[in-house]
């Protein structure tokens, strides 16, 4: 018997954290779901060896054991939903189509799943218990979108759906990290290069002047300082600013308020909050308009949206919009509330809500958001490319104008 300590929340959104015992993570997640919770996150505390436990086993099953979970990327992800609905989409039974995909190869990390996935099937489990055996690979969002697909007969559209929303985010992020990957090269690029200039050319440099009873600029010397500063504390330094990153991460994953104080100062930016607040609109309303587009209850369904929102006030917002739609509110009512969702977000609910099309609204909602924000992805690195190489070219002229300076007046005093 293994210890379980778990954090759900119930039917009308309230988060609950606790222990429970069971023989395995699948049955103490199956037995809290019999009692109408949401499994948002179970982990295993231990709790001795049970040596009985081991009287089954042979030999093979014990090299078999993986040390490290597998791990499937998110493209090898997308090709699996997207074979794997097609064969459920054309009647393929589901432990026929798991043959067929195994039989192909592929990624090993995803073949090992498959194989635990049939075998998990063939004991008599649904596909969706089966998944969410697997929490490093498949989300909770994944899990309950292919639960609903069970329950309603349309597995194989709720796979299309999936591998379509993940294609689309994964765009997004590639977006985001194709239009960050220049501009960040050069910002790091033209600090290494100052920093080279400062610690191993400028000495040599102006070690002639202190040589010499002439008076320098007020730029020469202060740039003498800086790399002396450098040459002499510029170790120190970055081991310093290393681990004060290192304890500033390690408090931020473990003080909530100092998070919520991270991401309030991070969606206040000028240029990145504005890219921040539409990609937790973008991400809120797609994962909503998925989950309830199969089926999902509304209260499930924001339980879920509210854990893979990105940010800890649109989080906190979510938790009163959940326990205002529990109490017979509308969740256009609950957002307005809220104060943190714009007024389209807020608008197109409503009149979801009041034509029974929420799904496909939010879907728009979420379709219109992540373009405006790789629309201003673009635009924005756009501009901040040449401001980077102004400020680069204009870090590396001054020390070479404040390197030359004396030069120049010594030979205006010679008469050259």
């Keep these: 018997m293994s210890h379980f300590k778990y954090t759900a929340f119930n039917d009308v959104g309230e988060t609950l954290r606790g222990e429970t015992e069971a023989d395995s993570m699948d ?24 040596l009985s436990s081991l009287k089954n086993f042979n030999l093979r099953e014990l090299m078999d054991i993986e040390i490290m979970p597998a791990r499937v990327d998110g493209e090898t992800l997308v090709i699996f939903l997207r074979q794997f609905a097609t064969l459920v989409g054309a009647g393929v039974p589901l432990i026929k189509a798991l043959d067929i995909l195994i039989a192909q ?11 635990d996935i049939k075998k998990h099937i063939n004991e008599g489990g649904t596909l969706s218990e089966a998944l969410e055996a697997h929490p490093k ?8 979108m292919i639960h609903a697909g069970e329950s309603t007969g349309t597995l194989g559209n709720v796979l299309e759906e999936l591998a379509t929303m993940m294609e689309e985010r994964r765009a997004l992020i590639s977006d985001v990290r194709g239009a ?9 690029a033209g600090v290494a290069v100052v920093i080279y200039l400062l610690h191993s050319v400028v000495p040599n440099i102006t070690d002639m002047y202190t040589q010499s009873d002439q008076t320098l600029p007020a730029a020469t010397q202060f740039l003498m300082s800086l790399s002396s500063g450098v040459g002499t504390y510029g170790l120190m330094l970055g081991v310093l600013i290393f681990c004060m990153s290192g304890l500033i991460m390690i408090l931020n994953n473990r003080i909530k308020n100092m ?21 937790a609109h973008a991400r809120f309303s797609g994962t909503l308009a998925a989950l309830t587009s199969s089926g999902v209850p509304l209260i499930t369904a924001l339980g879920i949206s509210k854990a893979i929102t990105p ?29 943190v969702f714009n007024p389209f977000l807020v608008n197109m609910a ?7 099309k929420l799904d496909k609204m939010l879907s728009r909602v979420a379709d219109f958001t992540s373009s405006e924000l790789r629309a201003q992805i673009k635009t924005q690195m756009a501009l901040l490319q040449p401001i980077l ?8 002229a001054f020390i070479m104008m404040a390197v030359l300076m004396p030069l120049f007046d010594m030979n205006s005093g010679m008469g050259l």
């Design 389 to 396: 190489l102004l400020l680069v070219g204009g870090m590396v």
């Design 105 to 115: 190869g592929g990624k090993q990390a995803l073949i090992r799943i498959l194989r």
């Design 27 to 50: 049955m103490a997640k199956r037995a809290l779901m019999n009692q109408g919770l949401f499994v948002s996150d179970i982990r295993e505390t231990g709790g001795g060896i049970d």
């Design 137 to 144: 690979t498949f989300s909770d969002l994944m899990v309950n």
């Design 350 to 356: 409503g009149v979801g809500e009041s034509t029974g």
């Design 259 to 279: 998070r919520l104080l991270w991401h309030k100062l991070a969606l206040g930016m000028p240029m990145f909050g504005t890219m921040g607040k539409r990609l």
């Design 180 to 188: 960050l990957t220049y501009p960040l090269f050069v910002l790091f």
């Design 311 to 339: 940010f800890l006030p649109y989080r906190n917002a979510l938790e009163d919009v959940t326990k205002e739609v529990s109490e017979g509110g509308t969740l256009a009512e609950a957002l307005e509330k809220t104060e």
